[in-house]
Every structure is written in C-alpha cells, then in structure tokens.
C-alpha cells in the first residue's frame, strides 16, 4: 500500500461518490461535476493507499455494450474511515450528490 494521500474537497467528493453507488470514472465525473484529469489520478491514489479496491469488468460485457471497459471501484474498511474522515472536514461534500441521480451497477 501506498502513501495515504492528502485529504483535499476534491478527494472527498470521489471517495462519497463511490460509497453512494456511483462505480466507474464516467458516472463519478457526471455526477460529481469534477473533471476527468481530477477524477481518474485521484482514484489511482486512492487504490495505491488501498482505500478503494479497483475491478475491470469483464471485456465481452463492454462489447456487448459498445463500449469500453469500465474499471469499478468500491471502498474498503479503510476507505469508509478515510471518508468519514473527509465529512467531517468538508461536510458540504455530501451535498454534492443528487439522491434521485441513479448510478451504475455495484459490482462489475
């Protein structure tokens, strides 16, 4: 495991996104209004300091979808504490999410 990175809003805003269900870059930069150059290295780090474990889905689904794979996250025991954590200091954060925005699938 890596270095646990910096807490900073937009960490915060990525790892509330992946415990409200929303599982893959795409759906968390819909939904969060964050930028693909923001999300994707932040979830990099988040997987090096194992507080988001990262699956491929399988190819043949995307195919079947005209798509590319998708990666899907999920936060682990110490994800959550890192995230309670990030509540606490930006609190906000969790209004960042729409309750009626519907996300992709838990798991791959």
Known sequence: MG??????????????GVDRGF????????????VAGTVYPILRR????????GAWEPVARAREEGRPPRRYYRLTAAGSEKLAEALRRYPAV??????????SPRSP
Do not use: N, W
Not at 3 to 16: E, G, I, S, Y
Not at 46 to 53: H, P, S, T
Not at 94 to 103: F, G, Q, V
């Open 46 to 53: 988040l997987e090096d300091a194992g507080l988001v474990i």
């Open 23 to 34: 599982r893959h870059g795409f759906d968390l930069i819909d939904a969060s209004g964050l």
């Open 3 to 16: 270095k646990t990175p910096r807490m900073t809003m937009q960490l915060a805003t990525v790892l509330c």
């Open 94 to 103: 969790a209004l960042t999410y729409d309750m009626d925005a519907a996300p």
